[in-house]
């Protein structure tokens, strides 16, 4: 009788762990990546359709949390860097930066089709097909929070820690601006501008407190960044194509991508890794 009880209880919360997964419109999936120093990490990815978001997660081998969010609805695209810090060095804390640009779209499939996939073999290592090589971004501001939910309502919970260290570029704010709804006013309230002296690289700067130019690497070793379309039926009994031009979406398409940051920091303290 106490064991009916048990499953009895294990299904009542399963049924209403899926319930609440499937009201949230989330979905998740575990990927184990392969990265280009042959190690291996693990890469969290979670699509909510309702918002129309992805979040993209993983830690580096030296420590470093990378969060990548894409708000499909607003076009914005932020990736944030959680930064161990150097004790030996005077850094006892970590540091958290959030670069917010403008999402191009086709770079990586829809927060629908995300929370469709499943994975046969969850305990595969996966290797992209795709290496897109890396896209230099110069940052241009600061983002205030407090008044970030004009670009993207996520960016405030997601960089929170990152208060006075969230980036984002001028050619992005314009971009946003044409959006229908947009305001070109409320966005440009949202920024803060650099100094418009723009300093030498921090690698070049020997004094510890000096402001300087950080540059700032972070690759995503492998997400789905389209749809396969095969031609013919699905199911086609002998396995071979069907006659005709019907085609059906039979699969995804992974890629490998780096962004590379350079923006302006106030001590180089605060960019102790461009060495």
Same mark, same amino acid.
């Given at each position: ?9 294990? +299904?009542?919360?399963?049924? =209403? +762990? ?19 120093? !042959?190690?291996? &990490? ?20 030296? !420590? ?8 499909f609805r607003n076009e914005v695209?932020?990736?944030?860097? =959680? &930064? ?11 540091? &958290?930066?959030? /670069? ?7 770079? /990586?499939?829809?927060? *629908? ?53 969230? +980036? ?26 650099? @100094?418009?002296?723009? @300093? ?6 020997? !004094? ?6 950080? /540059? ?10 389209? =749809? ?25 398409k992974t890629c490998r991508k ?5 923006? +302006? ?8 890794? *461009?060495?």
């Amino acid at each position: 009788m106490c064991r009916k009880v048990y499953y009895l209880h294990n +299904y009542k919360f399963g049924l =209403l +762990y899926f319930l609440q997964l499937f009201l949230l419109g989330n979905a998740e999936l575990l990927i184990n990546v392969q990265n280009q120093g !042959g190690e291996v &990490v693990q890469e969290t990815i979670t699509s909510n359709v309702s918002d129309d978001v992805i979040t993209l997660e993983f830690q580096r081998t030296d !420590g470093t949390l990378i969060t990548e969010l894409i708000d499909f609805r607003n076009e914005v695209h932020v990736l944030k860097a =959680l &930064v161990l810090g150097e004790e030996e060095r005077g850094q006892s804390q970590y540091q &958290v930066m959030c /670069f917010v640009t403008k999402f191009q779209k086709g770079d /990586f499939i829809s927060s *629908d089709a995300m929370a469709k996939l499943r994975q046969k073999n969850p305990s595969t290592i996966r290797i992209p097909e795709e290496d897109r090589g890396k896209e230099n971004f110069t940052m241009t501001a600061w983002v205030t929070l407090e008044r970030s939910s004009s670009i993207s309502r996520h960016i405030a919970s997601l960089c929170a820690e990152a208060s006075d260290s969230t +980036y984002a570029r001028d050619v992005d704010l314009r971009a946003w601006a044409e959006l229908p709804g947009s305001s070109i006013s409320n966005l440009e309230a949202a920024l803060r501008q650099f @100094p418009p002296t723009k @300093p030498s690289r921090c690698s070049e700067v020997s !004094g510890v407190w000096a402001p300087c130019t950080c /540059f700032l690497e972070m690759c995503i070793g492998w997400y789905p960044c389209g =749809l396969k379309y095969c031609k013919g039926k699905p199911d086609s009994q002998d396995g071979a194509m069907a006659s005709g031009t019907t085609s059906y979406r039979c699969g995804i398409k992974t890629c490998r991508k780096c962004h590379q940051y350079s923006y +302006y920091v106030r001590q180089k303290q605060q960019c102790l890794w *461009d060495e």
